[in-house]
């Protein structure tokens, strides 16, 4: 049995772990166990359709490199560049993550204050991203004059990661393997 087989159907979260879920459809037990698992958001209890992805919004961190942008002048009206990068991540993420996970330090609690005052200051890192979301941002920061330069933050090679995705619960994993029980 494939994942790709599950795909489509209504099912039930029943027990969940850290290195398996076990789902319910069509009055039969599925347990899905999760290769190297990297990101896990699954409740038990949840029902939705089952769907698998190699390509969406949440894989973005995974199945790319890290990038550090930096600036070299400031922004001449920063709440107005703030809200266009916000618009542009966005347009990226559609929602799956806040816009602010990829400030400065990712998920740093300060990390929009940082943000702005590096906006205001005209000087400073600004963004840990993967190339998806930097070129957008990049290309608002450049629309505003503010210079910028962009260093990979990882060299090696990423091995790609799957979505799992039931409802807005989800697991995202190097791969699944399932076993009728």
Known sequence: MTLKELEDKIVEVGVTQTTYV???????????????????????????????????PLLIDFNEILESTYIGSKAEDAELVADEVKKAI??????????????????????YQIFMNNLKTGSGKILDAPPTITKKVVEVL????????TLDSR????KKSKLLLIGNNYVIAEDFKVVEQ
Do not use: C, M
Not at 91 to 108: D, K, S
Not at 142 to 148: F, Q, R
């Open 22 to 56: 076990q789902v319910k459809t069509d009055n039969k037990s599925y347990k899905i166990s999760f290769i190297n698992k990297k990101e896990f958001e699954l409740k038990k209890g949840t029902v939705g359709e089952l769907l698998f992805y190699e390509d969406h």
């Open 90 to 111: 966005e347009e990226v993420t559609l929602g799956w993550r806040p816009w602010t996970t990829f400030f400065v330090n990712r998920n740093a609690q300060y990390g």
């Open 142 to 149: 450049h629309k505003h004059s503010i210079v910028t330069s």
């Open 155 to 158: 060299h090696y090679e990423i």
